[in-house]
């Protein structure tokens, strides 16, 4: 069965330092794998996503994800963080429900970005 | 381009009132529909998805419905609302059944029951 962990409750980090959020995965076959926003009280905005090809996927804002086969991983990252950074990023993986297209989500990971 | 647009925002309702919940996607035909529960701000539960008018697939069987009445409208409904259904309820849209399609999601819609 397909899963994802985000094992991080919340990443600090302070404004201009490089971040990281870390998603591990479990799936059987391909990995196609996603990264989600979302500020408070608002709906998901997509990132980034993995499907194939190159490892390093280039996303939104200036992120960045860095896909690793070996260690099944998927982490999210940005060199220089900034305050506006500041919330809930989701990973995802595909899931299979009757056939059908799915997301399965992590935990979610809280991102502070400070002053 | 698509918009996803969902109403109410927020939603205070007594325990035992019926609920309804409606999302409507502009910009695209026969979009994969979804509803998702978000509670205490973290992680996401898929409740229903929907592949067509009238064709809807529960995940994971509780107090809530959902139907399809038209190709781009999708509406989450109750009888009679609990305590537990409070939440922030999420709907989100993706063009087809190719692997890998992203998943796109409205403003989300915050209920409380009292």
């Known amino acids: 069965a397909q899963s994802v962990a985000q094992p991080e409750d919340q990443v600090n980090v302070a404004e201009g330092n490089p971040l990281t959020v870390k998603c591990t995965y479990s799936v059987s076959g391909n990995p196609y794998l996603f990264w989600y926003v979302q500020y408070p009280n608002r709906g998901l905005q997509f990132l980034l996503k993995y499907i194939t090809g190159d490892n390093l996927v280039k996303g939104s804002y200036g992120f960045e994800a860095e896909f690793n086969k070996s260690q099944t991983s998927f982490h999210l990252k940005k060199p220089s963080a900034l305050v506006s950074d500041s919330a809930l990023y989701f990973c995802a993986v595909r899931g299979l429900s009757g056939g059908y297209n799915k997301l399965i989500f992590g935990a979610g990971t809280r991102l502070a970005v400070h002053p | 381009s698509q918009t996803i647009h969902q109403w109410p925002a927020t939603l205070v309702q007594p325990v035992g009132s019926p609920l309804s919940l409606e999302c409507t996607v502009e910009?695209?035909?026969?979009?994969?529909l979804y509803w998702y529960r978000q509670a205490a701000g973290r992680g996401l539960q898929l409740l229903f998805y929907s592949v067509g008018i009238g064709q809807i697939s529960s995940e994971v069987p509780q107090n809530l419905s959902a139907s399809r009445p038209q190709d781009r409208q999708f509406i989450l409904s109750s009888k009679k609302l609990l305590l537990s259904d409070s939440g922030f309820y999420l709907c989100a849209w993706s063009s087809g059944h190719q692997l890998g399609e992203t998943q796109y999601f409205g403003p989300g819609t915050r209920l409380l029951v009292l």
């Open positions: 910009g695209t035909s026969n979009p994969n």
